[in-house]
Structures are given as structure tokens and as C-alpha cells.
């Protein structure tokens, strides 16, 4: 049981990546236009990270979208380990 919960967390680690990346953009951007210039780059990075170019996983790995800093998660990594 435990190896499928990893394993489904670590499945969600890139949608919530892109998440991350999504909100801080409508966050910090103010103009509309930069706003959404930098919504189709994220597009294009999440639809090629998704498809496994792993590039793409690194670059949002890089950018500190990929990281949960509340849980420890990384794309590359995982979830941490826990106890059972």
C-alpha cells in the first residue's frame, strides 16, 4: 500500500509543478500582455514536460516550480519516504 501511495504522489508532482509555475505567473505579472506571453511559454514547457522531454521537467525543476518546500518534493526526487 505504501509503494502505491509514493508512487501516486509522485505522479502528481508535475501537475502540481505547473500549478505552482501558473499561479506565480498571474501573481507577479500586472500587464495583461506580459501575463499572458508568459502563460503560452508555460503551455508549451508543461505540454513538452508531459510528453517526458526531460528538458522540459528540468527547466521547471530549475525554475523552482518543482519543489513543494512544505513537503520536501522534487520532481526528481519524489516524496519522502515515511515510516510505516
Keep these: ?24 505567473i ?3 505579472e500586472t500587464r495583461a500582455a506580459e501575463r499572458a506571453d508568459r502563460l503560452q511559454a508555460l503551455e508549451a514547457l508543461a505540454d513538452a514536460a508531459a510528453n517526458g522531454t526531460e528538458a522540459a521537467v528540468d527547466r521547471l525543476r530549475r525554475e523552482g516550480a518543482a519543489e513543494d518546500p512544505k513537503q ?6 519524489g516524496p519522502p519516504s515515511q515510516a510505516t
Design 1 to 24: 500500500m505504501a509503494a502505491l501511495d509514493a508512487e501516486s504522489r509522485r505522479a502528481l508532482l508535475l501537475p502540481q509543478a505547473v500549478a505552482d509555475a501558473f499561479v506565480g
Design 26 to 28: 498571474v501573481l507577479a
Design 72 to 77: 520536501g518534493n522534487t520532481l526528481e526526487t
